[in-house]
């Protein structure tokens, strides 16, 4: 898939930003926030390591410390499924196969049902009733296709991804500006470059928005597989957490899963500033001419 | 009423060819309204366009002006009747054709110098050769340094001139301009005028130029062809001949400016007032 990456390549020589008068208070407020935010976490889990050593069972409820015993014993001794690295290795390539797949598909098939009527009213039908099955139910059948090993976990991790980026793709496909369509024609635009210079790019931003949620659904979808049945990963590991009563277990998983999902999360904000460089920011207003 | 015929075919500032390069003859076109109705927006419609003429069209708001340039342009059919394009029935989008659309229609993610570059690039020219052509017609049309700025960081003129060199670079010979320079102010709008006219002299161009604004149609044209309320016809077609190469803001002083004016101006305002009327009914 070329998106139109040439264009994007170039840098904006953007207008210089004003800057804001009291940029110390700004700095010292920011600061503040900081401050604020940690004083919270150190109450919440102060009090919850408390309330865990004197009125709850720490047996259902746990505690910060013993999640954190938990953390460093996977990392430094591995877990009863081997080393944490091969686990997180193996959710993480589940996530990331089914989230390049499934992004792919929803795109092409998005875009092209997007730009074509036909092909969308032939469509329609059947892309309703596949969506309006409870996918996670998939998850059973995969295994039973696949086996215990990753495809199983990809195929749901796709099919998660899959309608969460089609929807977007296709709506985006849709909105292209006609006068910008119209005036590519003009200029002289086959249709291979219409779909690269103009559709394309114009359905960037919807696609982009989607990806965000499509890689939360794909570690689920991972998850959720190797819930279902596996012999590696995350969900392995809180599966078995589960079946032994270990809830420090269970919420030294979530932990690693949360902050696979923050990482994604900032790597694909550095994708979407980059391809959507050309857009007007918030903070920069007109021209200057 | 100066219902005046059209020129015969080369004369005056045409060079010499064998017929017009537009040929509009009883075109028609009707839409389907999204109450399942038909509306038809011009009836009957007969024009030509000889090479290198500059042809404006005026005519009251919503009378069909645009969709009369859609047609030329091939992004419309016609629902009947003919339309010609160098001699040749138009089906897709006829080569040679420039089109500055109405509203802002260049590319929001490509820098100012990619988005003039664009025509060449699709028509397979190299990359490094489409940008240095590219940034010789920008110079042209004064924007030099602006080659990597967006168009969002452009204001309402300079998008305008993007939009101009963006045309202009395919070197068409029939160049459509719909109401190009209606949102500028006076004083961009004049310097706009003058630049076009020094940009289209020598060009053998054919301009066929859509506007609101008498003065502007009259300053630049050859012909101004008044439209009717919709569906839209040819009412009136008038020769301007005053001597080029003209300064618009010096032009519009002179007696013979004046004559012309009164003369459009009377075919044009009945039309306007029957498109009122219509506009008053509608609302009541
Ligand atoms: N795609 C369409 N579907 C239905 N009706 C249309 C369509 N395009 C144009 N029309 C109608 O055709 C008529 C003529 O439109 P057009 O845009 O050609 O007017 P215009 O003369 O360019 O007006 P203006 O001076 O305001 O730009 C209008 O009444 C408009 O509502
Ligand atoms: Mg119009």
Known sequence: ?289 | MTQRTQPPAGVASAPPQTGPVIRLSGATKTFETSAGGEFTALRNVTLDVNPGEFVTVVGPTGCGKSTTLALVSGLEPASAGGVEVAGQPVRGIPAGVGYMFQSDAALPWRTVLDNVALGLRYRGVGRAEARARARDWIARVGLAGFEKYYPHQLSGGMRKRVAMAQMLITEPSIILMDEPFGALDVQTRELMQDELLRLWAGSGAAVVFVTHDLTEAIALADRVVVMTAAPATVKADVRVDLPRPRRVEEIRLEPAFLDIYRDVWDALREEVEISRMRGANRVA
């Open chain 1, 1 to 289: 898939m070329s998106l139109d990456t040439d264009a994007m390549a170039v840098e904006a020589d953007a207008p210089p930003r004003r800057v804001p008068a009291g940029l110390s208070r700004r700095a010292r407020r920011g600061w503040k926030v900081q401050l604020v935010r940690l004083a919270l976490v150190v109450a919440w889990l102060g009090s919850w390591e408390l309330a865990a050593s004197r009125w709850i069972d720490p047996f259902y409820y746990s505690k910060p410390t013993a999640i954190g015993h938990r953390l460093v014993d996977w990392f430094t001794k591995g877990t009863s499924f081997g080393s944490i690295w091969t686990n997180i290795g193996y959710t993480l390539a589940e996530a990331v196969y089914g989230f390049v797949i499934g992004a792919i598909a929803g795109i092409v098939l998005g875009v092209a049902l997007g730009r074509s009527r036909f092909l969308a009213d032939v469509c329609a039908p059947f892309i309703k009733a596949a969506n309006a099955i409870p996918r996670i139910v998939l998850a059973s059948l995969f295994v039973i296709w696949f086996g215990l090993g990753m495809s199983s976990k990809i195929a749901t991790a796709v099919v998660l991804v899959f309608f969460a980026v089609f929807f977007n793709a296709f709506q985006g496909a849709r909105e292209v500006d006609k006068v910008v369509n119209d005036n590519a024609r003009i200029l002289g635009a086959n249709r291979w470059q219409l779909m690269t210079t103009i559709v394309l790019p114009s359905a960037t931003s919807w696609i982009l928005a989607s990806l965000h949620t499509a890689f939360g659904f794909a570690l689920i979808g991972a998850i959720v597989g190797e819930f279902t049945g596996a012999d590696k990963g995350l969900g392995l590991l809180i599966n078995n957490a589960q079946g032994t009563f270990d809830s420090a277990g269970i919420y030294a998983g979530m932990i690693i899963v949360t902050v696979i999902a923050l990482l994604a999360e900032w790597l694909l904000g550095l994708l979407e500033k980059r391809l959507l460089a050309w857009r007007p920011r918030q903070a920069t207003s007109g021209a200057a001419t």
